[in-house]
């Protein structure tokens, strides 16, 4: 197992050069702790941070956002709404940000953190589909 100084250490060095993270889910669980913590490293002496947090609940990505930029002031926080769900988004959420990036001084992504919640694969809640078993379409 790899000592916590280890990851320490780790973390201060990501601190000591630019970054740009996108984060797939940052707005509660496990991604709003990493994310968290990686305002927290480049807020105490970092340099430049760009995040972008990907989801859906613009209310908790602001929540996100307020945060980070108590704990890295001057870190550049950004929210890109979609559902990452629909598969079809996700290529618009990309473009989004490689757009948003293509406008930066030495524009790129350094790191992709992805805790998403699952895909459904399926119907929605109250689309219909339809029901091998049956050999018709049913409500969910």
């Known amino acids: 197992m790899v000592q916590l100084s280890t990851v320490h250490a ?3 060095s990501l601190a000591q050069q630019p970054l740009v993270a996108v984060f797939a ?3 509660s669980g ?18 430049s941070l760009r995040v972008y947090i990907v989801g859906r609940n613009s209310q908790k990505a602001e929540e996100r956002i307020a ?9 550049d926080f950004r929210f890109v ?3 990452l769900s629909l598969l079809w988004e996700v290529d618009a959420a ?7 990036e293509a406008k930066e001084k ?13 895909i459904q694969f399926g119907p929605r809640l109250g689309e219909s589909h339809f029901d091998l ?3 018709s379409w049913a409500p969910c």
Request: aromatic share 6%.
């Open 10 to 12: 780790i973390n201060t």
């Open 25 to 27: 889910g940052g707005t």
């Open 30 to 47: 496990i991604g709003e702790f990493v994310l968290n913590a990686l305002a927290r490293f480049h807020g105490a002496g970092g340099q």
């Open 67 to 75: 945060d980070c930029r108590r704990l890295c002031p001057d870190g």
């Open 81 to 83: 709404k979609t559902d």
């Open 94 to 100: 990309c473009s989004d940000i490689l757009a948003q």
């Open 106 to 118: 030495n524009g790129r992504v350094d790191m992709l953190y992805m805790t998403q919640h699952e």
């Open 133 to 135: 078993y049956h050999g």
